[in-house]
């Protein structure tokens, strides 16, 4: 695939200054009428007339401040004259619009800007948003590292997970326990971590085999 279009369309993200983790690879898709996302359960209905091209970034993080294993999803639609006219942006297994209705938040005419939250990778268009959530600060802080490592229902034939490794995970996330300056930096994908979905699917558990190895070996000095 030539990411030259993903590029130009990619979102902005922007996090919080004391965020310790960032992307690590992007699986992006071209998704065209009456497909469905290879990554996120979800559909998308008959393209209307002016809709060229919806570009799926499927962004894969190694941890969440809570668990190891962690997958977002940002959803940008494309027409036929180059113009960007919608965007959604997932949050924690569902989505929201990412696009305003005044489409301030659009960068150069090209890029989304996002907000991610702190610690866990949400993404929605006003940081104050963020205020909503009950645990917004809690969850990166006492509740760092509870779920251990987290395997997705795609990866359930490939990978398991015991006590041992839950502890050894949690143990491990919460050194980088932190309190969420909600300052927020922003930050553009290079292009080296753009890939095609398949290659990200089959690259994940390689990346968690890998990580454990780490985090067990860590926990043995």
């Not at 996002?114 to 990166?140: D, R, V």
Request: net charge negative; with cysteine; proline share 6%.
């Amino acid at each position: 695939m030539d990411f030259t279009k993903a590029l130009t369309y990619a979102p902005v993200l922007y996090f919080d200054e004391n965020e310790p983790f960032y992307p690590c690879m992007v699986g992006v898709t071209e998704i065209f009428e009456e497909q469905a996302s290879p990554s996120f359960k979800r559909t998308f209905p008959s393209f209307h007339e002016e809709l060229d091209v919806i570009l799926e970034y499927a962004i894969y993080w190694d941890f969440d401040i809570q668990h190891l294993y962690e997958l977002e999803h940002v959803w940008v639609y494309v027409d036929k004259d180059g113009a960007v006219i919608d965007c959604e942006a997932s949050f924690h297994g569902r989505y929201f619009k990412g696009l305003l209705l005044d489409k301030s938040n659009l960068v150069d005419g090209t890029h989304v800007k996002l907000y991610s939250q702190p610690g866990k990778h949400a993404f929605l268009p006003k940081p104050e948003m963020f205020e909503l959530i009950p645990n917004l600060l809690t969850c990166t802080n006492q509740d760092a590292g509870k779920d251990g490592l987290l395997i997705p229902d795609f990866l359930h034939h490939i990978l398991t997970t015991n006590e041992e490794t839950q502890e050894l995970v949690s143990h491990y996330l919460k050194k980088f326990a932190f309190t969420p300056s909600m300052k927020f930096l922003p930050y553009r994908f290079p292009k080296e971590i753009f890939y095609e979905w398949d290659e990200v699917y089959h690259e994940i558990p390689i990346r968690i085999e890998r990580k454990l190895l780490q985090i067990k070996t860590l926990s043995v000095y």
